[in-house]
């Protein structure tokens, strides 16, 4: 009998209704102490779609993720999962989850193959169809050839891989992802994308945090931009980057260590300025028009850039430049 592929095995396990979201959670509040992490938070994620948290440190997005994985019990509001209530249901929810910890959990002294039969084993799947499960998916993160190597061995973009494989063993309804892709270099980074669009492709519902822009522009169908516990935007990545910013941005470097003066010589030019230590970012809908205007008010930048808008402008831009630590 032939074993089924992830996406197939997920569609005919279904808890909630098709039209119903899959993570449903109404002033969502979570304190540790006199400490609120999550202040009130609305959400609804959806079957099939991939849904992304991003906030800088301390933001809320792991105590979050930490209660949408039921190992977190909110502190108020109403969270369900699956249609389930996580306080009552939380066993029953975890057997349809998949997660990929920001940190690789692998046993490092057994191999490839092991390394997913061994997991299978806590959701109870025999030997057999362990097996099975763990040659489908190792093909599925083009990880065939090394099933029989130690873990050990394999570079940090293949124990990622291997990583979401196993979050995939149980056939999940929904997989969280902590940071996929962290650590990893452009290439490692490129191939785990193309496997999780694969996954969205397949109908399989992904949540992810991301440090990331470019990754949550790439896989995000929405997302949410969190600070300080609460969520400050929502909305599809191209959406927030209408919203929030402008079509094109400006990058003008004038000469010596000081930007602030040149400020105010460019104010009214476009929608709004940006003055960074190093240069001076300047949000217009045509940033080569912005650009005429700069140089007819008499001023030569060293250095120019224009470029399209992206959802790191409007991520400093909810969230301030300041480093949290």
Known sequence: MPVQSPASSIAEHRVAPADAPLIYARSLVKRFG??????GIDLDVRTG???GFLGPNGAGKSSTMRMVGCVSKPTEGTLRILG??????????????GVCPQQDTLDTELTVRQNLMTYARYFGIRRRVARAKADELLEFVQLAERADAKVDSLSGGMKRRVTIARALINDPEIVLLDEPTTGLDPQARHLVWERLFRLKQQGVTLVLTTHYMD????????????????IVAEGAPRELIERYSTREVLEVRFPGDDQAPYADKIANIGERVEVL???ILLYAADGDAALVQVTDRGLHPSS????????????LHLTGRTLVE
């Not at 006199?34 to 202040?39: E, G, I, L, P």
């Open 215 to 230: 990754e949550a522009e790439q896989l995000c169908d929405r997302l949410v931009v969190m600070d300080a516990g609460k």
């Open 277 to 279: 230590p190093d240069r």
């Open 34 to 39: 006199d400490f609120t992490a999550v202040n």
């Open 49 to 51: 779609e991939s849904f």
């Open 84 to 97: 389930l209530d996580p306080a009552q249901h939380g066993v029953e929810i975890r057997a349809k989850l």
């Open 304 to 315: 120019v850039l224009v470029r399209r808008s992206s959802l790191e402008d409007v991520f």
